[in-house]
């Protein structure tokens, strides 16, 4: 199947610090590509949605300005989490839609981020 | 988007079948139903996809009634290493301009032992 690379596996940073992630679909063009967030023993939550070359769209409940989304290219988009504060701790994950493959979603393996 | 219901946990044996149902009772025409098995600490990977009847590929099956309101997960001889959550997700996947990222229900944590 697809392959989406997410870096990096795992940040820890002290409050108030800004983290940078990295999501590439490594051999599809991804037009559209998703970010979630997932606590210890819950669900995905979607947090917004990225498509290439336009703003990105975010859920009710997530704050545009501290969760920054840039979708540069078909095979890159980056999560910046800016400000960050212990509560902000969570598994971030991507995925993209592969186009060629019937619209299938694949994952990226996730980030965990730690703020102290 | 479909509201989807799955047991909240499900216990087995290596070597046994296993079979996760998911109902989905306000599915649409154009939605499609795809399972998704995640392990802790890693994103969710795709397991099999199907819009009716049945879809069997390397590691499962996928039984899908004529009505579409529920649709079935069977894995064959599961191991140890199948221990992990089940995601059914349902959500238009046909349409070009689709940009649905799909909602996870709470899945089911399907634990197997020796």
């Known amino acids: 199947g697809a392959v989406v690379s997410q870096h990096p596996s795992r940040v820890i940073c002290k409050s108030g610090t800004s983290v940078k992630i990295e999501c590439r679909s490594l051999d599809f063009q991804a037009t559209t590509m998703f970010w979630y967030r997932q606590f210890p023993k819950q669900s995905l939550m979607l947090m ?13 409940g997530v704050e545009k300005d501290k969760f920054l989304i840039n979708h540069a290219s078909l095979t890159l988009s980056t999560l910046t989490v800016t400000s960050a ?6 598994f971030y994950i991507c995925s993209a839609r592969s186009r060629a493959a019937n619209e299938k979603l694949f994952f990226g393996s996730g980030t965990q981020l730690s703020v102290l | 988007l479909a509201k989807t ?6 216990d087995s044996y290596e070597g046994q079948e296993v079979n996760i149902t998911c109902s989905h009772n306000n599915i649409a025409t154009n939605d499609y139903i795809t399972w998704y098995q995640q392990f802790p600490s890693q994103g969710p990977r795709f397991i099999i996809q199907g819009y009716k009847t049945k879809v069997t590929n390397e590691v499962a099956s996928l039984f899908i009634p004529a009505d579409r309101k529920s649709s ?10 199948d221990t992990a959550v089940y995601y059914c997700l349902v959500g238009d996947m046909g349409s070009g301009g689709g940009a649905d990222g799909l909602t996870f229900g709470k899945g089911t944590h399907l634990i197997i032992q020796p």
């Open chain 2, 72 to 81: 079935t997960l069977s894995l064959p001889r599961v191991s140890l290493s």
């Open chain 2, 5 to 10: 219901t799955q047991p909240i946990s499900m």
């Open chain 1, 85 to 90: 504060h212990p509560e902000d701790s969570s």
């Open chain 1, 48 to 60: 917004a949605t990225s498509n290439e070359g336009s703003k990105a769209t975010y859920e009710q």
